[in-house]
Every structure is written in structure tokens, then in C-alpha cells.
């Protein structure tokens, strides 16, 4: 049973709304709204003000959430992609009952220590389904929410998943690139349950759309395979027509919503300048009376407060249904297991036969295909698991060898092909992750999270436990020369906070990173791995137990003695050190050797055993990748050995001579550092 | 008077081209393809076999180009931006006698020290008008060069400026975002002289296209403003038929022409194993039958070869009768200038004056604001400066006074409304820079980079000498929050390799940044400049004519005797530097402060004068961002203040203070370092 309401036959205990009704639940927006960016002297009452109408008759007659159990897992995904129109958001909730959202958080918008941050911030408050401010990410986000939707309905049904995705975005969002990845995957996959309503109301920062755009919207998105309609932005009548036509229609939904900016700010509205700024204490009076808001700041009559409230009732009325159903379902089990943190002893577990299994067979393999092996049984143990690549499959091997694509015909299997499409791949993924059930993961060439790194950012930002399988990891790819090797990548993900790269340097490290990426629950992990084969590295006799990659840097070759120096590297180049400790032992010199597979794993050691591992000899950093970051590891006299500019083109071998990434080299420079 | 030939009426000496002319043009491509990509055992023949028909017809009816002057500014640009089909220009290249583009180079395909890269790098050989392999890129900056012909146009006129910008791109070019943005701003800017030539195969990587993507790409680009066509890609007459009646229309086209991916393999063609992986000896055996193609390895028969050397020699003729058109035209000097270098003597002398100024105006204005009043002296200095934003023209300060928008109606205006797309901005710049005659900046805010990076790493690879202005630049912006707040940006782009990231601490520092970048010829220039208002720091007495910046970094306060502590900071930090020297120096601890506005320069000065700056003592690294990059001036015992995660919503000063980044705390760092 279905207890959405909707336009034609409202839900019992839901009053039929009335055009006055909305146009009051509007007004309470628009007032909170105006109230607030002038409280903080601070952010963009134009949004909120525009799209309030459409907002009261989303909210009133067809989006079911439970301000209660924010985090029902079936309610409908509200995205407002514009997130500079944050206090809709948080208007919305505060009327709504979110607990966390009482007024004092809207009186004290934008300010330290409150959850009303000037862009909305996934985790600041409950109900905020993923944060949003950098243009075009919410409706990009929300199209992995509306397929993670799909794909957890087909593997439970109707009454377990059920629900709908709407997005608020604005020309900024439909401008930016990523809207067009996003648009074309949509239609694709035929995400039927995705409605994004566009704030189409003509204006930009820099003024009028005309400035700088032409673009036919609606043609555009019917291009893409999307049912598009448009209606007068302030008609609730119109909006809620538009509404009901589109979670009828099986294609993703484009209402384009005419508005004027800034409705209801007479001398104001329509005009750029509304966008991002307050409207200042005469404007707001005049506001007032053009609204017909007789009402004092952040005042809520009793009236307009009564309509909110039927709301959460009905969506409270509806998680309670949805309880119902789920006690009675047969798959109970299995969608908890799927909605639960990872299984980390199963996973484990599982793990530990494979490393053992590898440190018997000691196979020389590149880590991407190191990667695909330890996803043959990764997969196996987790339910849950989502894989993908943006057209790379081959390369990243990405597919484990049980995975089924997923079709716009049968969303039943696992396996995502996002197109040549990295940002809206990653962002996809982002919402696979938010909206629970699933755990995605995705493979392109390391050069190319260039591409996607803004919604890299928002998982690392938002803590989502996406994992990035970026590939030909360095010149080591050879032939297709500077444009594919990634130099400067490295240290610029490196940079990142709360984001754990990792470059593994066998089959071993492959193993345990993906081990550490499958029970990670706040933090994106970005694997870093080899086109080239590599030999297996760790003793035979290792514990398989422990997952040394966890540690993020260990004493790959420990010296018995007092070592001379010590090498430390990543990835591919730690075979390089390993033949230059021998090297450098037939002339006496004692090397130790460092594999640091994961920076950031190793900063969280504490300082005794990253002094053990790190010593006090003079230090040398390898690695085929520019030298910013190492030198948290190296002091200004030691040395380093790697990339200093980029790469070329030619055999992998050639590239490795050419730029001095070399065991001989390696022991040269040790040489000089000891001299 | 237009010397270009087009299908209806064929300049004199070119004979009329003949359907199996035309197969036989195109047939040496696809031979050179095949044994090119089988000797390096590398590559990608699918695109140049399949598109090799529709490259014949273009070059041999359309496309003027004079292999012994590549850099005759009024050539037609011809951009591969399905760059792994490198080997169809390499060919190409080799056929209409590029000097540098012997048989040897394509003998050794992809190998080192030879010009014949895996992917088309600016710079590597003659003729290559930008680098391209990144897909999307090369459609989005022909944007760019496209735009540049018109606004040169507008400046002088058909006589010296009259030329086309033709694109192949294929099905991954279309499907990035940066697609959409250069379709948006194509459209909107109506650049009728880009004529598209989609590579429409139906394959990917992964396989058929219907994998993951089904939008109707012609009445996608219908609904930007394009003109569309669909031809057979392997019919001559079609081809030219659609080619020349995309020169007629107004606005920018794009030609679908349907092709069989690796056209000429028997075996093979149609599939996506023939993308990128050698065909093999059989299969080479096969289509050399199939194409009736009896000749040698790299052996060109003298009829092909005949054919192909008549399209050197139109492109010629059309060069020598512009030397005609440009030695009588009474503009040749102004054009001449706008093609040259920047005239470093006329910038330095016009910011050297400005310089003067601020040293006796001594404002307090935020560096976003001190580059608006650099912009104003350096735009009326350089008459080809060409400014822009991503709709952020308010924010990011870039417009100075006289600046006129360019508009579809009239080409003539120095200023670019690029709309809210970061990455198609930046791209279209790169064309801009690439065409020539034109010197482009742009901005957007800095966490925004993440948005364009892609194109900044394509600026720097090619060493185009963009600048991109980059404001709102730390936790500084207040109440917009952790989007919008780049904490990671700068250390991500400093590790960039040939790219001067300038953070300036006032005025003058910010005028000598624009300085730097206006001079600069082989190395982009990225900003970092500040929402805040900032004071003037530099000494009123110093010498206006010396540039600081160029320096890197240099003593602001130097003790007179010896130093204690040694406080070294960037952009908004260097006053909080300067006044916890002065808390110092109350405690009788004497603090030198470095100012360090370019790391890049500062690397490239010698180390004597670096160890003058940075002396002895302890050091304190001050930055309202992530440590990663400054380890190279900091030892592992030396202090760091600034940020160590992302972001959060609050006034400045709050966040500031939140954070730690404050003069008192300095101060104490200073004093725990020295206990």
C-alpha cells in the first residue's frame, strides 16, 4: 500500500489545501527568510522567496517526511540544489518541527556555533540530505539518491522502498557541466522518481540570464530523455498540477518553475540585487504589507504554524504505515543488513583468507588488477556492494566477476556503467551513499579526478564512505604521455582533509586497503593503483591477520642493526627501494625500507611508532609524483626522488630511466646524502 | 577578399576533388594509423580510421593551413579534441609536409624523445593547436579560439582575421559536462565559424554507447543556439555537402557524422575492441585487401601523396595573399602589437607608477578590490587585455571601469559574461591565449578552482600565460561556510607543476602579482586574493620601481639584530604575522617576518638569498589553510598556524578566532617553540 498523498486524492486527516492555505505557508517562509539574512547582516534572501510557493505546495500536498524520524529510511529526498537558498531549508524545517531547528537557530543564521550554516551542511541538522552550495552537486547527488531508490527497490519491493526525489535548482545548477552528466544518466536510467523543479526566474549574480545564457532548458532536457513542463512558479494550483503529471510520468521530471526572485520585496523583487543580499529594514516593511505579513520577526501565526504541522502529521502517519509494513515483511533481515555499517568481522574475515592466499601465491600483478581480485571476494562478503567506472571498466577492473549492470529495464543488479561522465559518477555516488542501503564505489584514471573532484570534496567533506578506484597511477602508464599521468594529483588529494588516499604496493597492501575502505563508515577512501604489474612485496611468512596498510607507513625491510639510511616509498617505487637497499648493502651501506601505502593513516600513529618506523637516519622519499607532502615526512636535508615537472610520452621503462626513478639513482642519492 | 575554397567554388589551381581522390586521401591515414599504432604496439586506431573520410574532405576542400608558416595568425584551426586519435593529425601532419612531421616520427608513435606523443601536445610539433587527450577539453577551448577570431575580427577586420575553427570530437567529448558549458556559450555567443564534427560511432570503452547514455545529441545542441546536421561520415559529398553549409549558417554547428569505428578492419571495425589496442599483423593484412591498399608499412604512394601536397599548397597561396591583404592594411601596426608579446617595459613603467600611488595612498581594501584598481592601469596599458567571470563579475572584481561586455551582436568588447561555468571559462581562455592576439583573465572564488581544474592543468602544460583570479581565498569569506571556504585549494594548486600561485598580502603586493602576470609569456598566474580588507603593509619609503612579489618571498620586518623566531606568512596572515611581532617584541623576542605571496618564485631564487630571507632561527608557517606545501620552508621541529580541516559558517572574525589564526597565537606558538 502506498500512502503518498497527492494532488487528485489527499490522504485521510489532510485537509484539501487551498490556494490562501499555501499562499500562507509561503508567506511564512518568505517572512523567516527576510528575517533572517537580515539578522545576519548576510546571505540570499532571493531563492526562498521565489520558490516559497512551490515549496508550500511540495510540502503540502505531496513530500512525506517525519521531522521525528528524520532519517526514516523511505521518506522523500528533498535536495535544494541552489543551497545558497538555505533558509527555504531551514524555514521549511523549523516549521515543520525538526527538533534541532527551533528559532533561535534562525534568528542566529550564519553564525559560529549554530546549525543554520549560510549553505545547507549534511550533518549540521537533522533532515539535510546532503549538503549543497557548490552549483550543480544537488541535482547531480540527487540522481544517485533516485537510483540508489530504484536499485533497493529491486532488491526489496514497493513496500520496503517507495519514495520520491525532488530537487530545488536553480540556472546556476542547469549551467554548470555537471548538470549535463547528471540530465543524461537520469534519462538513461529512466529515474522516473526524480523531479527537479527549476527556479527559472531569469536572473544570475551577474545579472540577467540573457548576460550569458540561451540555452532552451526544456529541449535541452527533453534531449536527455526527461518529461519536462512549465508552469507560473506562484500558482499552487498550476505547481501542484505540474507536481502530480510528473510522479506519473516514467521519465525524470523537469518543471520549469517562472518566478520572480525575491517575490514579495516590491521595490526589490526580480532584479539581481535580491540574490545575495539583505533586503534591509525598509524593504522588509514594505514586504510586509505587499505580503500582507502583519506579523513581527520570526513571528509564526498560529494559523500558518497549523498548516506546517498537518504536514509532518501526514508524513509522521506515513512512517508509521511504513513501520507496519516493514515488521511484516519477510525481508526484514536483509534490508537491515543492507541499511546497517559495514559487517566489519565478516568483511575481516574475509579479507584475511584472501591476503592469505595472495602471500602463498605471491602473484606480480598491477594493483588495479590486485584490486579487482580482492573485490572477487570483497563482494562476495558484502551484500551491499555497488561497483562502476566512468567507461574505464577494463582498465580499472572495476567489475568483479558476478556483477550485473544495472538498466533503466532491470535495476536489479550491481554494476554501474556512469558513461564518460567522473563528476557525475562521483557525485552519483555521493548520493548512493546518502541515502543508504548501498556502498558505491567507482574506478577512472587518476589523472581524470581533476574531473570529479569538487564532489570528491563533498564526500570528504560530508564524511561519506565512497570509494575512488583511480588507476594508471603515475608516468608508469606509459604512452599516453603527460595529459593521463597524474603527477601533481597525489599531493593535491593528499591535501584534502578527512579524505585517505592510499597507494598500495602489491597485491597484499591492495588487499588491506580495500579491506580499510570497506569498513570505513566517515571517510572516502581513494585508492591510487598501478597500469603496470608489481611483484608481491611481503614476506611469505607475514601474519595475514594484520593489515599493516592500516598503520599507514611500516618497516617493509628492517635492518638487524643501525641503518644508514632510509628509503621510503609508495606504490610501484617501493620494488624500486627495495633493489636499492641492495644495492646499497654490496657497498656496506644499510638501508632500511619504508612502505608508506596511506599518509594520513600514519599521521594518526602516535609519534613512538612513527619514530620506530621512520628513524633517525637520513631519510629518502620515492615516489614517481611531485615532492609537496613528503616533506612532512623529510626533513629540508634529506632527499627525495621522484617527478619535478610532467610526465611524457613513451614505454613506462623509458620514463622511469629518463626521470631518474631508478634503484641506481635511489642508491646515488644516498650515496650523496651520507657523503 | 576570402581566398577560402569551399565545395561550390574551388579556388584556382585546385582541382576539383573526385570521390575516389577523396578515399584514397583518406585511406593514407588510415594506413599511416595501422602501422603506426602496430609498431609502438600502442594506441588508438579506431577514431583516425573511422573519421579519416570526413578529415579528407575537410582538409581538401576546406581547411587552409601552409605547413611552412603553422603560425599564420589567420589559418583555419583544426582541433583533435578526441585526442587519442592523435595519430589521424600525426598523419595528416606527415602528409601535407610539416617539416618537423617526418616519416621517423611516425615510425616511432608514442616513444621517447620523439614528437609523435600519445596524445597531441601544444608545443611538441608544428601545427598541433593545443593539447587535447582529457576529453571534452578541445571542444570547450576551440570555444575559446573560436570567440578570439570573432573579437579580433571586430577589431580590425575580414581582411586580417577571417577564419574557421573546426573540432572532431567524439562521443566521450559530449558526454563530459565541460560539453554542455561550451555548447551553452557557443550558442549564446552565436560563434558561427565552429563548425563540430562528432565522431557519431556508437562506441565507448566499454562498449556501445547504449551502455550509458541515450540523449539525442542533435536536439541537444538545437536546443543551445546550434546548427545541426547528420551525415554518413564515410560519403565525401555528404561530408562536404554539410561542412559547407555550416559555413553558411550563423550559428555554430555541429555535424553528426555517423561512422564504423576502425573503418577499414574487416574483422574488427564497428566494435569497441578497435579503439584502442593495435590491430595486429592479420588484421593490418586484412584491410590492407579490404582498402585495396597494396603498399608498404609507412610507404605513401605518389598519387596520395600528390593529393594531399595540393591541400599544402591552397593553404599557401591563401597564406601568401593575407601577407598581401596585411602589408597594405592601414591597422598592420596595431594588429602587429596585439600579436606580439606583453610589452614589459610599458607594464612596468604603468604599474611601477600605480605602485607609487598606493605607497603614498596606503588604502585598506581587500586584495579583490586592490586588483580592480591594478586592472584599472594595467587594462589601459595593455590593449589587448580580455577580462571575464564566471558570473561572479561583482565578487571577483574583475571588470575595471571601461571595460565593454562581449555580446553575439557586437564582438568588439573586452569583457566576457562567462556565465556560471568555471570550467568552460577556463577552457575557452586557454583557446583564447592560444589563438593569439588576445590576453585573457578570469575569475571565479578560489574553492571553486576544484570546479576548472582540469583547464588550469592544461594551462600549465601548454605554458599559456592565463590568469586566473581566484578571490574570496580562505575561511576569511565568513558566513558562506565550508563549500565555499578553500582551505586544501591553494596547497592542490601549488603542487601543480608551471603554475605561479600568487597570494598577495595588500595592494602592492597584489598590483606586483598583476605585474608578474601581465609579463608573463610560458606560465599561467592563479590568485589568491582575499574578501576581506586588507591594510597596506609595505614601507611608504620602499622603491615603487622593485617588484617584491617577483622575489617570492622577502623580509617585511627585518630586526636589526639577530632574530629569534622567523614568522613567515601569505595574503590576509602577514598582518596577523606583523602584529605578533609585535607582541614578540614586547616580551623582548625579536621576530623577523617574512611575506611569501609566491612559493614558486621564491623556489626559483638561490639559495643564498633564500637562506638570507628565512634565516636560523625557528620558523612559523601562517596560512589560513592546510600545511601541505609549506614543509619545504618549515622543518618538522618548526610551527605551523592555520587550518587542519575544512571550514565553518561564521563572520570572520569569529572563524578566526575559532581557528586559532590570530596574532595572540602566534605569539604563544612562538613562545612554546623557543622554550
Known sequence: MNTHVNVSAPAAGTA??????????????????????????????????????????????????????????????????AGHGSMLLYSVHHLLGYADMDIDQLRNFRQDGFRTAGHPEYGHAAGIETTTGPLGQGIATAVGMALAERMMNARFDDDLVDHHTYVMAGDGCLMEGISHEAADMAGHLKLGRLIVMWDDNGITIDGSTDLSTSTDQAARFAACGWHVTKVDGHDPEAIAQAIAEARQDPRPSLIACRTVIGYGAPNKQGGSGVHGAPLGADEIAAARKELGWPHAAFDIPAEAAALWCAVAERGAEARTAWEGRRKAHPDTAAFDRHMAAPEACRIGKAMAEHRRALLKDRPKVATRKASEMALETLNAAMPNSVGGSADLTGSNNTRSSKMRPVTAEDYSGDYIHYGI?????????????????????????????????????LSALMGLPVTYVMTHDSIGLGE???????????????????????????????????ELAARSTATPTLMCLSRQNLPTLRDADHDASQNLTALGAYLLRRPEGARDVTLIATGSEVEIALAAADLLEAEGITAAVVSAPCFEAFERQDCRYRRTVLGDAPRIGIEAAVRQGWDRMLDREDAFVGMTGFGASAPAPALYARFGITAENVAKTARELLA
Chains 1, 2 share one sequence.
Open 16 to 81: 484539501p489545501a487551498t490556494k490562501a492555505d499555501e499562499r500562507l505557508m509561503a508567506n511564512a517562509i518568505r517572512a523567516l527568510t527576510m528575517d533572517a539574512v537580515e539578522a545576519a547582516n548576510s546571505g540570499h534572501p532571493g531563492m526562498p522567496m521565489g520558490m516559497a510557493d512551490v515549496a508550500a505546495v511540495l510540502f503540502n500536498r505531496f513530500l512525506n517526511v517525519d521531522p521525528a524520524a528524520p532519517d526514516w529510511p523511505d521518506r522523500d529526498r528533498f535536495v535544494l540544489s
Open 421 to 457: 561522465r567522473e563528476h557525475g559518477m562521483a557525485a552519483a555516488m555521493n548520493g548512493i551513499a546518502l541515502h543508504g542501503g548501498l556502498r558505491p564505489y567507482g574506478g577512472t584514471f587518476l589523472a581524470f579526478a581533476d574531473y570529479c573532484r569538487p564532489s570528491i570534496r
Open 480 to 514: 599516453d604521455g603527460p595529459t593521463h599521468q597524474p603527477v601533481e594529483q597525489i599531493a593535491s588529494l593528499r591535501a584534502m582533509p578527512n579524505l585517505d588516499v592510499i597507494r598500495p604496493a602489491d597485491a597484499v597492501e591492495t588487499a588491506e586497503a580495500w
